[in-house]
């Protein structure tokens, strides 16, 4: 079982910054795969950015530039860095963790971001 906590969330203003963290129960280095999507009121959970076990980057068009995705190994921590926010950047952001054996996704409660204009 993996345990995810999300926290960093919070309302900031257009064009300013926040780095949300996502602490996890065990080792990250043993996970296939970690990331962050998100999901706005009335739309889909979509994918912000990804970071595999081998420490290869994958963002959607929209935070390429914007966002980066970073992990800190002994502290089991993934992290992701938000500038140059937008107001339609505001969604729960949720944190997930993809694992090898058994081959399950968890995921975090999310936090809830709120970009004003």
């Known amino acids: 079982q993996v345990q995810l906590v999300e926290s960093g969330g919070g309302l900031v203003q257009a064009g300013g910054s926040l780095r949300l963290s996502c602490a996890a129960s065990g080792s990250i280095f043993s996970f296939k795969s970690m990331g962050w999507y998100r999901q706005a009121p009335g739309k889909q959970r979509e994918l912000v950015a990804t970071?595999?076990?081998?420490?290869?980057?994958n963002y959607a068009d929209s935070m390429k530039g914007r966002f980066t995705i970073s992990r800190d190994t002994a502290k089991n921590t993934v992290y992701l860095q938000m500038n140059s926010l937008k107001p339609e950047d505001t969604a729960v952001y949720y944190c997930?963790?993809?694992?090898?054996?058994?081959?399950?996704?968890?995921w975090g409660q999310g936090t809830q971001v709120t970009v004003s204009s």
């Open positions: 970071m595999t076990r081998g420490g290869s980057t």
């Open positions: 997930n963790a993809d694992i090898y054996s058994p081959p399950l996704t968890y």
